[in-house]
Protein backbone atom coordinates (compact mmCIF):
# COMPACT_ATOMS: atom_id res chain seq x y z
CA UNK A 1 0.00 0.00 0.00
CA UNK A 2 1.40 3.26 -0.57
CA UNK A 3 1.22 6.34 1.48
CA UNK A 4 1.34 9.59 -0.23
CA UNK A 5 1.58 13.05 0.54
CA UNK A 6 -1.80 14.97 -0.91
CA UNK A 7 0.07 18.21 -1.41
CA UNK A 8 2.25 17.08 -3.83
CA UNK A 9 1.32 13.34 -4.38
CA UNK A 10 4.97 12.33 -3.42
CA UNK A 11 5.03 9.14 -2.18
CA UNK A 12 5.86 9.20 1.66
CA UNK A 13 6.13 5.27 2.44
CA UNK A 14 4.95 1.93 1.28
CA UNK A 15 3.05 -0.49 3.34
CA UNK A 16 3.97 -3.86 2.91
CA UNK A 17 1.31 -6.85 2.97
CA UNK A 18 1.73 -10.13 4.31
CA UNK A 19 1.16 -12.07 1.06
CA UNK A 20 1.12 -11.37 -2.93
CA UNK A 21 -2.24 -10.79 -4.37
CA UNK A 22 -4.38 -8.42 -6.01
CA UNK A 23 -5.36 -5.21 -3.64
CA UNK A 24 -8.85 -4.49 -4.74
CA UNK A 25 -10.12 -1.55 -2.63
CA UNK A 26 -9.08 0.62 0.40
CA UNK A 27 -11.73 2.77 3.01
CA UNK A 28 -10.55 4.70 6.31
CA UNK A 29 -12.10 4.57 9.29
CA UNK A 30 -11.38 5.39 13.13
CA UNK A 31 -7.90 6.09 11.99
CA UNK A 32 -7.84 2.42 10.46
CA UNK A 33 -7.34 1.73 6.87
CA UNK A 34 -9.41 -1.97 5.50
CA UNK A 35 -7.90 -3.41 2.35
CA UNK A 36 -9.67 -5.76 0.21
CA UNK A 37 -7.41 -8.12 -1.52
CA UNK A 38 -7.89 -11.10 -4.08
CA UNK A 39 -5.52 -13.90 -3.32
CA UNK A 40 -5.85 -16.51 -5.56
CA UNK A 41 -9.81 -16.54 -5.82
CA UNK A 42 -9.94 -15.98 -2.10
CA UNK A 43 -11.20 -12.71 -0.77
CA UNK A 44 -9.03 -11.37 2.24
CA UNK A 45 -9.71 -7.93 4.29
CA UNK A 46 -6.82 -6.50 6.19
CA UNK A 47 -6.81 -3.81 9.26
CA UNK A 48 -3.82 -1.49 8.60
CA UNK A 49 -2.76 0.55 11.65
CA UNK A 50 -1.46 3.82 9.81
CA UNK A 51 0.04 4.91 12.72
CA UNK A 52 2.85 2.08 13.62
CA UNK A 53 2.53 0.45 9.87
CA UNK A 54 1.17 -3.12 11.49
CA UNK A 55 -1.30 -5.26 9.02
CA UNK A 56 -3.48 -7.51 10.65
CA UNK A 57 -4.97 -9.97 8.07
CA UNK A 58 -8.85 -9.48 9.78
CA UNK A 59 -10.94 -12.19 7.85
CA UNK A 60 -11.23 -13.78 4.50
CA UNK A 61 -14.01 -15.00 2.14
CA UNK A 62 -14.36 -17.78 0.67
CA UNK A 63 -13.86 -18.38 -3.37
CA UNK A 64 -16.44 -16.53 -4.76
CA UNK A 65 -16.68 -19.38 -7.36
CA UNK A 66 -17.39 -21.68 -4.49
CA UNK A 67 -20.35 -19.38 -3.67
CA UNK A 68 -22.06 -19.76 -6.96
CA UNK A 69 -20.35 -16.13 -7.96
CA UNK A 70 -18.42 -17.00 -11.26
CA UNK A 71 -16.50 -14.62 -13.66
CA UNK A 72 -16.56 -11.63 -10.74
CA UNK A 73 -14.92 -10.42 -7.30
CA UNK A 74 -15.94 -8.05 -4.66
CA UNK A 75 -14.67 -4.78 -6.20
CA UNK A 76 -15.93 -2.29 -3.51
CA UNK A 77 -15.48 -1.40 0.03
CA UNK A 78 -17.00 1.01 2.40
CA UNK A 79 -17.93 1.76 5.80
CA UNK A 80 -20.97 2.34 7.51
CA UNK A 81 -22.07 3.02 11.11
CA UNK A 82 -18.94 0.77 11.92
CA UNK A 83 -19.52 -2.04 9.69
CA UNK A 84 -17.47 -2.74 6.15
CA UNK A 85 -19.54 -3.37 3.07
CA UNK A 86 -18.22 -4.94 0.15
CA UNK A 87 -19.93 -5.06 -2.73
CA UNK A 88 -19.71 -7.42 -5.75
CA UNK A 89 -20.19 -6.51 -9.65
CA UNK A 90 -23.38 -8.70 -10.40
CA UNK A 91 -24.60 -11.02 -9.59
CA UNK A 92 -22.44 -10.92 -6.62
CA UNK A 93 -24.18 -10.28 -3.12
CA UNK A 94 -23.30 -8.23 -0.43
CA UNK A 95 -21.28 -8.79 2.67
CA UNK A 96 -21.77 -7.42 5.64
CA UNK A 97 -18.07 -7.11 7.70
CA UNK A 98 -18.12 -7.26 11.06
CA UNK A 99 -14.78 -6.10 12.48
CA UNK A 100 -15.29 -6.76 15.98
CA UNK A 101 -16.23 -9.82 15.64
CA UNK A 102 -14.43 -10.64 12.54
CA UNK A 103 -17.67 -12.88 11.25
CA UNK A 104 -19.91 -11.74 7.52
CA UNK A 105 -22.68 -12.24 6.29
CA UNK A 106 -23.07 -12.52 2.46
CA UNK A 107 -26.44 -10.76 1.31
CA UNK A 108 -27.91 -12.61 -2.34
CA UNK A 109 -30.11 -14.89 -3.67
CA UNK A 110 -27.83 -17.74 -3.39
CA UNK A 111 -27.07 -17.82 0.18
CA UNK A 112 -27.00 -20.91 1.00
CA UNK A 113 -29.08 -21.58 4.17
CA UNK A 114 -29.03 -25.22 4.39
CA UNK A 115 -30.98 -26.07 8.24
CA UNK A 116 -32.74 -23.99 10.88
CA UNK A 117 -34.20 -24.66 14.25
CA UNK A 118 -36.82 -22.55 16.15
CA UNK A 119 -36.31 -22.00 19.82
CA UNK A 120 -39.67 -21.84 21.69
CA UNK A 121 -37.74 -19.80 24.78
CA UNK A 122 -36.16 -17.39 22.82
CA UNK A 123 -38.97 -17.05 20.42
CA UNK A 124 -36.17 -16.97 17.75
CA UNK A 125 -35.03 -18.63 14.55
CA UNK A 126 -31.14 -20.05 14.15
CA UNK A 127 -30.44 -20.85 10.41
CA UNK A 128 -26.61 -21.86 9.63
CA UNK A 129 -25.19 -20.39 6.14
CA UNK A 130 -23.44 -23.32 4.80
CA UNK A 131 -20.72 -21.25 2.58
CA UNK A 132 -20.50 -17.98 4.74
CA UNK A 133 -19.72 -20.59 8.25
CA UNK A 134 -22.45 -18.39 10.30
CA UNK A 135 -25.68 -18.80 11.95
CA UNK A 136 -28.46 -16.35 11.29
CA UNK A 137 -30.12 -15.12 14.42
CA UNK A 138 -33.70 -14.37 12.99
CA UNK A 139 -37.35 -12.84 14.81
CA UNK A 140 -39.96 -14.35 13.13
CA UNK A 141 -42.11 -11.73 14.23
CA UNK A 142 -41.04 -9.30 12.33
CA UNK A 143 -38.87 -10.77 9.67
CA UNK A 144 -35.63 -9.30 11.15
CA UNK A 145 -31.59 -10.46 11.44
CA UNK A 146 -31.41 -9.57 15.09
CA UNK A 147 -27.87 -10.87 15.56
CA UNK A 148 -25.42 -12.82 13.47
CA UNK A 149 -23.01 -15.78 15.49
CA UNK A 150 -19.38 -17.27 14.23
CA UNK A 151 -19.83 -20.86 13.94
CA UNK A 152 -18.19 -24.04 12.42
CA UNK A 153 -16.71 -24.45 8.87
CA UNK A 154 -19.52 -25.41 6.50
CA UNK A 155 -22.64 -26.20 8.47
CA UNK A 156 -24.80 -28.28 7.85
CA UNK A 157 -27.60 -29.18 10.37
CA UNK A 158 -28.39 -27.82 13.33
CA UNK A 159 -30.93 -28.45 16.61
CA UNK A 160 -31.18 -26.90 19.99
CA UNK A 161 -31.52 -28.00 23.54
CA UNK A 162 -34.59 -26.67 25.23
CA UNK A 163 -33.28 -27.18 29.00
CA UNK A 164 -30.00 -24.87 28.57
CA UNK A 165 -30.58 -23.00 25.34
CA UNK A 166 -27.64 -24.19 23.71
CA UNK A 167 -27.14 -24.88 20.03
CA UNK A 168 -25.48 -27.72 18.05
CA UNK A 169 -23.94 -27.62 14.80
CA UNK A 170 -22.85 -30.07 12.64
CA UNK A 171 -19.64 -29.61 10.32
CA UNK A 172 -20.20 -31.34 7.29
CA UNK A 173 -16.91 -31.03 5.59
CA UNK A 174 -14.52 -31.63 9.33
CA UNK A 175 -16.68 -34.29 10.35
CA UNK A 176 -17.83 -32.92 13.73
CA UNK A 177 -20.29 -31.59 15.82
CA UNK A 178 -20.04 -29.16 18.24
CA UNK A 179 -22.43 -27.27 20.89
CA UNK A 180 -22.55 -23.41 20.75
CA UNK A 181 -23.49 -20.37 23.38
CA UNK A 182 -25.72 -18.77 21.08
CA UNK A 183 -25.53 -15.42 23.45
CA UNK A 184 -21.95 -15.17 22.86
CA UNK A 185 -21.11 -17.33 19.33
CA UNK A 186 -18.35 -19.43 22.18
CA UNK A 187 -17.82 -22.92 21.06
CA UNK A 188 -18.25 -25.10 24.24
CA UNK A 189 -16.70 -28.41 22.74
CA UNK A 190 -15.94 -30.25 19.50
CA UNK A 191 -16.17 -33.78 18.76
CA UNK A 192 -15.31 -35.89 15.82
CA UNK A 193 -18.58 -37.89 14.31
CA UNK A 194 -18.39 -40.15 11.21
CA UNK A 195 -17.93 -39.18 7.38
CA UNK A 196 -19.60 -36.07 6.04
CA UNK A 197 -22.29 -35.76 8.35
CA UNK A 198 -25.65 -34.36 7.48
CA UNK A 199 -28.34 -33.42 9.93
CA UNK A 200 -28.37 -33.39 14.13
CA UNK A 201 -31.20 -34.26 16.25
CA UNK A 202 -31.92 -33.96 19.97
CA UNK A 203 -33.43 -36.01 21.96
CA UNK A 204 -35.28 -34.97 24.99
CA UNK A 205 -36.26 -37.88 26.47
CA UNK A 206 -33.20 -39.96 26.00
CA UNK A 207 -30.78 -36.65 27.09
CA UNK A 208 -28.97 -37.95 23.65
CA UNK A 209 -27.66 -36.32 20.21
CA UNK A 210 -28.32 -38.46 17.28
CA UNK A 211 -25.88 -37.17 13.69
CA UNK A 212 -26.77 -38.74 10.49
CA UNK A 213 -22.99 -39.54 8.67
CA UNK A 214 -23.93 -40.00 5.54
CA UNK A 215 -20.53 -41.61 3.91
CA UNK A 216 -20.18 -43.41 6.81
CA UNK A 217 -23.88 -44.88 6.83
CA UNK A 218 -23.74 -45.11 10.28
CA UNK A 219 -25.56 -42.55 13.17
CA UNK A 220 -23.41 -41.12 15.55
CA UNK A 221 -25.06 -41.20 19.12
CA UNK A 222 -23.48 -38.27 21.43
CA UNK A 223 -23.60 -37.01 24.99
CA UNK A 224 -24.75 -33.62 24.95
CA UNK A 225 -23.14 -32.78 28.49
CA UNK A 226 -19.49 -33.42 27.26
CA UNK A 227 -19.41 -34.03 23.50
CA UNK A 228 -18.42 -37.73 24.42
CA UNK A 229 -19.27 -40.84 21.71
CA UNK A 230 -21.84 -43.19 23.46
CA UNK A 231 -22.16 -45.52 20.10
CA UNK A 232 -22.01 -45.66 16.32
CA UNK A 233 -25.07 -47.68 14.79
CA UNK A 234 -25.36 -48.69 11.53
CA UNK A 235 -28.04 -48.00 9.15
CA UNK A 236 -29.14 -48.00 5.70
CA UNK A 237 -26.70 -46.36 2.87
CA UNK A 238 -26.58 -42.34 3.07
CA UNK A 239 -28.67 -41.39 5.85
CA UNK A 240 -29.35 -37.40 5.38
CA UNK A 241 -32.70 -36.70 7.15
CA UNK A 242 -33.57 -37.20 10.56
CA UNK A 243 -36.26 -36.46 13.07
CA UNK A 244 -37.23 -37.79 16.49
CA UNK A 245 -40.59 -38.72 18.52
CA UNK A 246 -40.40 -36.82 21.61
CA UNK A 247 -43.11 -38.96 23.32
CA UNK A 248 -41.31 -41.89 22.84
CA UNK A 249 -37.73 -41.19 22.40
CA UNK A 250 -37.75 -43.19 19.07
CA UNK A 251 -35.69 -41.55 16.24
CA UNK A 252 -36.18 -42.09 12.34
CA UNK A 253 -33.65 -42.34 9.96
CA UNK A 254 -33.89 -41.49 5.89
CA UNK A 255 -31.51 -43.59 4.26
CA UNK A 256 -31.33 -42.06 0.38
CA UNK A 257 -29.17 -44.44 -1.47
CA UNK A 258 -31.31 -47.62 0.64
CA UNK A 259 -35.21 -46.45 -0.30
CA UNK A 260 -35.69 -46.97 4.11
CA UNK A 261 -36.33 -45.66 6.88
CA UNK A 262 -33.95 -47.20 10.15
CA UNK A 263 -36.14 -46.80 13.49
CA UNK A 264 -33.57 -46.24 16.13
CA UNK A 265 -34.21 -46.73 19.77
CA UNK A 266 -31.30 -46.13 22.48
CA UNK A 267 -28.59 -46.87 20.77
CA UNK A 268 -30.16 -49.91 18.50
CA UNK A 269 -32.09 -50.03 15.50
CA UNK A 270 -35.45 -52.18 16.31
CA UNK A 271 -36.72 -52.08 12.79
CA UNK A 272 -36.49 -50.80 9.29
CA UNK A 273 -38.99 -49.43 7.01
CA UNK A 274 -38.66 -49.93 3.18
CA UNK A 275 -40.31 -47.31 0.65
CA UNK A 276 -40.46 -47.35 -2.84
CA UNK A 277 -38.67 -44.17 -3.24
CA UNK A 278 -35.58 -42.36 -1.57
CA UNK A 279 -36.67 -40.37 1.23
Given at each position: ??VY ?8 K??K ?19 L ?6 Q ?5 N ?13 S ?11 N ?26 E ?12 D ?16 S ?11 K ?31 S ?10 I ?7 GS ?7 TK ?5 V??S ?15 V ?8 P ?18 S ?10 V???I?V????
Open positions: VMNPYNLSITAILPSEGEPCSLTYYDNTLYLEDVLGTHVYEIVENDSVIALIAFPLFDLGYPFAKYALTEANGELIAVGSSPNPVAVINVTSVWMGIGVNVEDRGVFDPITGYIYAVDYDNIIYVINPANDVVKILPTVFNPAGITYNPENGYLYVVSHCFNLAEENPYNGKIWNTTVGPYDVVFDNDLLYTDDSNTVTVVNPNNGSIAGVQVGKDVGITYNPYTGTVYVANVKDSISVINGTSVFTNSFNP
